[in-house]
Structures are given as structure tokens and as C-alpha cells.
């Protein structure tokens, strides 16, 4: 028998087990959500449906035994003068609620089984995605067959006043990024998921997608959503101190929509490729620099420059000192550390604007500047 | 020979060099409460900062060492030796020694605990702060970007695997060559048979263990990379290792309290433990399985679909011997004469309770489920259900049930029912909301959630606190039995059962200098 056919008949399987009450309790994403969000996929549909058969045999047997015990509990009370049984053994029960529960188990392990290679099945993806997981936020890169390939970070958006109770809460707090990922609808959407320091895991309850983002090592994983619109999910694997602040947005958007975005991000792309071969002022850079530092560099060196998990920048030796070392830094980071290469994450421009801030603001006013050209010498060493 | 009948030695000389299977009981019973308060203080800490929704009270750095330090200690520092000091004190008791088989060895095992926790308490505040990477410490988190003080954790583990090692070789060695004439294997008090199983497993486990932190400590200082691909390692390796020891090491904490469960369930429904053999060997089968189901922990790492498969299989099949169990206890209460003391209010809720951390055990082992459930708080509630009323309500059962073996004096009833209501209450009100936030997506060890989920964070807060607080009722509780109280018989219980209770209350500090004839 061929592993199609053999998925057809669990799947049919699944379809008879599927029948049973397929009690939806809540959706997903709503305040004091009770259930598991059904979600936008078939995937996200059959681990749904698998979750409440298992969940209401577990209820149904639990029923059975908290039945009897409860009746025991209120009829053989010592206090009504009950006079104890002396039974202790019997085989054949014994044998009975051996092999009944195996029966139960495997009327569970078939449905499963066809879900899990469904979710392995990751043949005919028609578009690539590779996702990295970085302390703390996600690098999303559109693998393109043609073209410029489009990439891009995504961060938390909430600003630190919500978090610290200064501004009332937003409803998407902590679920917002500045900027989300876009997929088109009833695409089968291929992710390649990595890390480029600790363990990470990309999870989106609603597209039913989770998996370890592991460093030196590309896990796949796919989706295939079937409505449009936005799915939040955060990081799921413990990663580090800003753990709970680094979630994932999707933004499922029709063909139509994919297709011009993905456009005007490789136009973006190409724009920044001019504009790395511009000479800036300084106010341009520090204005620059001042928005690169707040997604990238805020979270260890602080607002002002302070520090906090990383090193204070205000006042450091390495702002205030050889422009050289402050390049070596930036863009090699420093191994075994949280300070990542940034080498490979900003564009040249962004790097040397971000350089210029960290040399110009919190009292560091050392009126020099670095140009993206500077950068790029740098790198080529 | 000397005097049988000497005392204890008199002032600290007595706690340092005892060799007295009661006395190093004790001190692993108050160690281990000691320990219970401390990470009970850490949980106390994680639910305030999440009874809202922002960051409030601490740090995010500070709230991962809380979660780190709240698993360690209630882990190694509270529950396993709790288990150690009821196994000290009752099992030479229960099959006729005079004391556990290798007696020095036994007070170097506890002695060397103290010291331990006390290094892992300093991490707090050291330079970087204490461990931050989860009780499960994953590399390279735990490694490469752990602060220093990960150098003293890897010391203290290897130290308590040492303590754990050193105590299960003498439970090993008491059990086999210690048993009174005519207690065969298939007498012996379950309580024993499952410590005796458990021993075998800690045995097996902890040097995996030792093996893990030793590669994390030569990955750090010795510039090796056996967690790091870019050195030709893979930080999964640690995984798998690690839920080597980690998977047995849930059932270690679990398996003693199946023991005790199985005693007091016959005790207080006046009627024979239904299926002793069939309990003696679902425990032997859950813990074969327990050394081939590890890798369900990691169904999103990557694994190919035919290790998901097998792990996925092996892990349902646990529910057989499990249910084996539980139908056991029940069809012994079924037709009994029932009375409910607090052992057995903490026993039956021990059922029950267990029972739903089971069910959930079952969803979480259907791998394309768990691509849902994983690292979220469905798991947090799943654990915690079978840790909590499983292990802790096992071992409240046991000291209410033996107090007045140990001290000679009948606890409080009534305060004793408070304590059982109020942690019932409480764990339930902390726990099963738990549930619900998990399945409707908050990941397990943040901080900070999004507003949705604030309601059930403040309901799970307020029974948490509410547990927390009833433990200290328990403390009271214990010195007011051990101060005085109502004079106890030999056998408080008219249901009990065992060679322990024909010993006068409280036990005299020698017994079974000449070993009892068992019939």
C-alpha cells in the first residue's frame, strides 16, 4: 500500500472520529478565550478537531471513573453503618481495563497519525520564506526566484509607556509589530525557520504553525491559509529576557495585494542600494540613527544611553573613542554576548546612522560622522 | 553489642553525626519544607507580576531567574527530598529493619544538600543574577548566553545528583537485603515497591544529568561546542539528553506518591488495596516507558515525522499502565467503608486531580496537538497538575497520615480539613484557568501578556496566593502536633495496615533491633 493511500484511509478514519461533537467553545484572539482558535487553515481544522475528540474521550472517561468513585464517596461511607467489602482481585477485570483503554488509544492514534503527515507533507510549496529569530525580534527574507530578494526585521511595536503602565494599554498590546509579514491567501507558503543566536520558536496559533528556530540548523515548516486577514502569535521557546516581547504578525492579503507589496518592498530595496552611495549631514543621520537605535540598540543600552542588559553607551570609550573600533563593534558585535553582528542585519545606511547617534546623542557630542560609504569599506576591510 | 536502647546524642552533635534512619528523616522532612517555602515564595513573586497585565513589580531579567529558581527548587530542593525523608523514615519500618542499610552514607547524602541550596540561593546576587534559562536550562540560552553564576548551578547539580545517587543506593540496598523474614518482595508495602522502582530510575537518570552540565561547563570554560553548530555541536543534543533524565525524572517525583496513595486509599476505605500485583507492575511498565517517550517534549524541534511517530505512540501507550492504577484505587474505595480523615481527602483528591493532569498528559502526547499546546500555559497547568496535587497532596497525605507514627501525638482534625479545603480551593483556582490560557495562545515564561488574557492571570493570582498562604496553616499545623496534642496509639488508623504501626507512637528512636516474624 502506497503512503498516499494509506494517508487517504486514516484520513477517512479521521473523517468518521470528526463527526463526534465538535464543540467550538470560543475563537481565537477573543478577551477570556476558553478553546483553541480554529484558525484560517486545514491544518489549524484537523488539530482542531483531533483536540476535541481527545478532549471529550478524556471527558467521558473521566465521567466513568469520577462516577463511581463519587458514588462510593456518598454511598460506603463508614458513617451509614456500610460494612466493607473484602474483594482485592480479579484477572480478568484486571485484563479488561488493560486492553480497552489500548483499544481507546488507538481510535485516538489513527487520526493523529494522518494529521502528522499532513503537517510533514511539505511537497509543493509555492513560495519560500526564511524566518530568523533573533534576541528579539524576527528577520523575515522572501527567497525570490527572480529579482531582489526582500528582507526585513519585525519588532515590537509597543512602545516602553504602555508597557511600564505610563499610557493606557492598546487592544493589540504586545501583539503589534512595526512591520508584519505578508503572505498571500491560498498559497501553500513554505517557511524556513532558523536562529542566529539562541532557540527561538515561530508560532501563529491561527495558521496552526510552530517550530523551533534553532541556531546553525534551518527547520521547515508550511502554511496554507485560507481566509484573509491579520494573525498574531508570539514567540513560543524561552529565549532571553525580552522573551515575551517579541511577537510574530501575519498579514494574509489577496494575491493581487501580495503581488504589488512584494513589488514596492523590492523597489524599496533597490532605493536603499542608491542610497547607500549618498553623502548625509549630520542632522540627517542623527535623525536617522535616532529610529535605527530605538528598534535595534534601545532594549540592552536603554533610552539615554544608560545601559541596562548591555553596556552604557553615554560616556563609554567605545562611542567617545576611535570611529574604527565603534565600526568593529556594530558590525561584528561581540562573540559570546547578547552585542550581535549587525553586520548582517542593518544596511549600510542604517548602521551609519546609527553610529553617528550613538557618537552624537546622550552627551557623547563628539560632532564627527559616519557615512554609509565608511561602512561599506569597513566591511570589505 | 551495647545497649540497645540508647537515646539520641544530646544538642547539634546529634542532628550533625546522626546515623539514625528517624533522625535524618526528619531533617530531610524539614529541609524539604524549608525549600517548599522558598519556592513557594518564588512562585508568589511570578504571580504578582502577572496579576495584571505590564510589568510592575520586577524586571523581565529578574522574572526568568524567578521562574529558573521557583522549577529548581521545588524540583530537587522540595518535593524529591521529601520523598527521600518519608523513605528514611518509613521504609525500615515497613519491612522490619532496624535502620537503612548503609546509615553514614545516609547522613553524608543529606548534609550535603543544605550547602548546595545555599550556592544556588547566592546566584541571586551575584554579578548577572542567578540562572535564567527555565528549569530545563536549553542551550545554548543556558550556555553561551548565561550569566557566570551558570558555573555554581552546574555545581549544584552535580552536587544533588550525588545526594540523590548516594540515597537511592542505600533505599536499593535496605530494600533488598534488609526485608524482615517473610517479607518476600510481593509483601512489601507499596510505598515500598514504588520507592524501590524509583530508586532504579534515579540511578539510571541523574548521571545523564551530571553528563549534560558537564558538557555545559566545558562548552563555557573549555571552549568545546557540544551545543553549538557552529563548532560542529547541535544545541538539540542537549535537549535530548536532558529529557533523557527529564522524562524519568517526572515519574521519580510521581511514582512515591503513588506508593503512599495506595496505602491510605485500603486504610480509610477499611478494605484491601484491589490489584496488588497488577500496581506492582504498571509501576515497573510506567517506568520501562518512562526511559523511551523523552523526545515527546520536543515535537517542534525538527524531529523526521517517523521519530514523531514513535514518540508519539510510546507516550500514549503510558496511559495504559496510568489507567491501570487509577482504576485500581477506585474499585478499592468501590464497596469500602469510607471515613474522611485528611490523609484521605488528600489521597482522594490525589485521584481525581491526577487524573485531569493525566487527561491532559493524553492530549499533549498527540504530537499534531502538541504543535498547538507546546510552551504554552496549557502545559504550565498540565505539570502542575500532576505535580501539585499528584506529588505535593501525596506528601501532605503522608505526613498527616504518619504524624502520629512520628511524634506520638494526633494532629488537629479540623484545622487539618481547613488546610485540605483551602489548598484545594486555591490549586484549582490557580491551575485550571491555566488551561484555557494556554490553549487560547499565552506562551509559557513571559512576563508580560496581552490584554485578553488578564482576567484568568488575575483569577490564577488570587488562588495562588491563596494556596501559598494555607501552607503556612500547615506549619502550624505540624508544630502544634509535634508541641502536644491528643496521646496516640500504636495504631491511630483502624484500617491501617503494616509493620509500622506495630510499633509503640511515637516510634522509639531504635526499632526492629531483633527483626519481627512476618506472616
Known amino acids: 500500500m502506497s503512503l498516499n493511500n494509506l494517508k487517504r484511509l486514516l484520513a477517512c478514519a479521521a473523517g468518521v472520529l470528526a463527526t463526534l461533537p465538535g464543540l467550538a467553545l470560543a475563537a481565537g484572539g477573543e478577551k477570556n478565550a476558553l478553546n483553541m482558535p480554529v484558525g484560517v487553515t486545514d491544518v489549524g481544522r484537523s488539530i482542531f478537531d483531533l483536540h476535541m475528540i481527545i478532549l471529550w474521550i478524556c471527558v467521558a472517561i473521566g465521567a466513568l471513573v469520577f462516577g463511581v468513585m463519587f458514588y462510593s464517596i456518598i454511598y460506603h461511607r463508614k458513617s451509614r453503618g456500610v460494612k466493607p467489602a473484602q474483594f482485592h482481585e480479579s484477572t480478568k477485570v484486571e485484563i479488561a481495563w488493560t486492553v480497552v483503554p489500548f483499544l481507546i488509544l488507538i481510535t485516538m492514534a489513527v487520526p493523529a497519525t494522518s494529521t502528522l503527515l499532513d503537517i510533514y507533507d511539505f511537497d509543493d510549496a509555492e513560495m519560500d520564506v526564511l524566518v530568523t529569530g533573533y534576541q528579539w525580534k524576527w528577520k523575515y527574507e522572501y527567497l525570490a526566484e527572480e529579482g531582489e530578494n526582500v528582507a526585513f526585521f519585525s519588532n515590537l511595536s509597543t512602545p516602553q509607556s504602555e508597557i511600564y503602565n505610563t499610557d493606557d494599554k492598546n487592544d493589540n498590546y504586545l501583539l503589534e509589530v512595526d512591520e508584519p509579514l505578508v503572505i498571500p491567501v491560498d498559497t501553500k507558503v513554505r517557511f524556513l525557520v532558523t536562529a542566529n543566536d539562541v532557540i527561538h520558536s515561530w508560532w501563529v496559533p491561527e495558521l496552526a504553525v510552530k517550530k523551533d528556530a534553532i541556531p546553525g540548523f534551518i527547520n521547515e515548516t508550511w502554511t496554507r491559509a485560507n481566509e484573509i486577514g491579520t494573525y498574531r502569535g508570539q514567540c513560543a521557546e524561552l529565549c532571553g529576557k525580552d522573551h515575551g516581547f517579541m511577537p510574530i504578525v501575519v498579514e494574509v492579503v489577496s494575491k493581487e495585494d501580495y503581488a504589488a507589496w512584494l513589488g514596492e518592498k523590492q523597489e524599496q530595496a533597490a532605493k536603499v542600494k542608491e542610497l547607500m552611495a549618498q553623502t548625509f549631514t549630520l542632522d540627517e543621520l542623527m535623525e536617522r540613527g535616532k529610529a535605527v537605535y530605538a528598534r535595534n540598540c534601545l532594549a540592552c543600552h536603554g533610552a539615554r544611553g544608560e545601559g541596562g542588559v548591555g553596556t552604557a553607551i553615554a560616556g563609554s570609550a567605545i562611542a567617545t573613542g576611535d570611529i574604527g573600533g565603534h565600526l568593529n563593534i556594530g558590525i561584528n558585535g561581540v562573540p559570546g554576548t547578547a552585542m550581535q553582528a549587525f553586520g548582517g542585519q542593518l544596511n549600510d545606511v542604517d548602521l551609519a546612522a546609527v553610529i553617528t547617534y550613538q557618537r552624537n546623542a546622550f552627551g557623547n557630542n563628539m560632532g564627527d560622522l559616519v557615512q554609509p560609504i565608511d561602512v561599506f569599506n569597513y566591511k570589505q576591510g | ?519
Open chain 2, 1 to 519: 553489642m551495647g545497649d540497645h536502647h540508647h537515646g539520641p546524642a544530646k544538642g547539634l552533635s546529634r542532628w550533625l553525626f546522626t546515623t539514625n534512619h528517624k533522625d535524618i528523616g526528619t531533617m530531610y522532612l524539614w529541609f524539604s519544607f524549608a525549600m517548599f517555602l522558598l519556592g513557594g515564595t518564588f512562585a508568589m513573586i511570578i504571580r504578582a507580576e502577572l496579576f495584571q497585565p505590564g510589568m510592575q513589580l520586577v524586571e523581565p531579567a529578574f522574572f526568568n531567574q524567578m521562574t529558573t529558581l521557583h522549577g529548581l527548587v521545588m524540583v530537587f530542593g522540595a518535593i524529591m527530598p521529601s520523598f527521600v525523608g518519608l523513605a528514611n523514615w518509613l521504609i525500615p519500618m515497613m519491612i522490619g529493619a532496624p535502620d537503612m542499610a548503609l546509615p553514614r552514607l545516609n547522613n553524608w547524602s543529606f548534609w550535603i544538600l543544605p550547602p548546595a541550596f545555599l550556592l544556588l540561593a547566592s546566584t541571586l546576587f551575584m554579578e548577572g543574577g542567578a540562572p535564567a534559562a527555565g528549569w530545563t536550562f536549553y542551550a545554548p540560552l543556558s550556555t553561551t548566553y548565561a550569566a557566570p553564576s551558570v558555573t555554581i548551578f552546574i555545581f549544584c547539580i552535580h552536587i544533588l545528583g550525588l545526594s540523590s545517587i548516594m540515597g537511592s543506593i542505600n533505599i536499593i540496598a535496605t530494600v533488598m537485603n534488609m526485608r524482615a523474614p517473610g517479607m518476600s518482595y510481593m509483601k512489601m508495602p507499596l510505598f515500598v515497591w514504588t520507592w524501590l522502582i524509583t530508586a532504579f530510575l534515579l540511578v539510571a537518570v541523574m548521571p545523564v544529568l551530571a553528563g549534560a552540565v558537564t558538557m555545559m561547563l566545558m562548552d563555557v570554560h573549555f571552549g568545546t561546542s557540544f551545543f553549538s553548530a557552529a563548532g560542529g555541536g547541535d544545541p538539540v543534543l542537549f535537549q535530548h539528553i536532558f529529557w533523557f533524565f527529564g522524562h524519568p525524572e517526572v515519574y521519580i517525583i510521581i511514582l512515591p506518591a503513588f506508593g503512599v496513595v495506595s496505602q491510605i486509599i485500603p486504610a480509610f476505605s477499611r478494605k484491601p488495596l484491589f490489584g496488588y500485583d497488577s500496581m506492582v507492575y504498571a509501576t515497573a511498565a510506567i517506568a520501562f516507558l518512562s526511559f523511551i517517550v523523552w523526545a515527546h517534549h520536543m515535537y517542534t524541534v525538527g524531529m523526521p515525522v517517523a521519530g514523531e511517530l514513535f514518540f508519539m505512540y510510546a507516550t500514549m501507550l503510558i496511559a495504559v499502565p496510568t489507567g491501570v492504577k487509577v482504576f485500581n484505587w477506585v474499585t478499592t474505595m468501590f464497596r469500602g467503608s469510607l471515613s474522611f480523615e485528611a490523609p484521605m481527602l488528600f489521597a482522594v483528591a490525589f485521584i481525581i486531580l491526577f487524573t485531569i493532569g493525566g487527561f491532559s498528559g493524553l492530549m499533549l502526547a498527540i504530537a499534531p496537538a502538541d504543535f498547538q499546546y507546546h510552551d504554552t500555559y496549557f502545559v504550565v497547568a498540565h505539570f502542575h497538575y500532576v505535580l501539585v496535587p499528584g506529588a505535593i497532596f501525596g506528601i501532605f497525605a503522608s505526613a498527616y497520615f504518619w504524624l502520629p507514627k512520628w511524634t506520638g501525638h494526633m494532629y488537629d482534625e479540623t484545622l487539618a480539613k481547613t488546610h485540605f479545603w483551602l489548598s484545594f480551593i486555591g490549586m484549582n483556582l490557580a491551575f485550571f484557568p491555566m488551561h484555557f490560557l494556554g490553549l487560547a495562545g499565552m506562551p509559557r515564561r513571559i512576563p508580560d501578556y496581552a490584554l485578553q488574557f488578564a482576567d484568568f492571570n488575575m483569577v490564577s493570582s488570587i488562588g495562588a496566593f491563596m494556596f501559598g498562604v494555607s501552607q503556612l496553616l500547615f506549619l502550624f499545623i505540624v508544630v502544634k502536633c509535634v508541641r502536644g496534642g491528643e496521646k496516640a496509639t500504636a495504631k491511630p488508623w483502624d484500617g491501617a495496615e503494616g509493620l509500622e504501626w506495630t510499633v509503640p507512637s511515637p516510634a522509639p528512636y531504635h526499632t526492629f533491633s531483633t527483626p519481627p516474624e512476618v506472616k
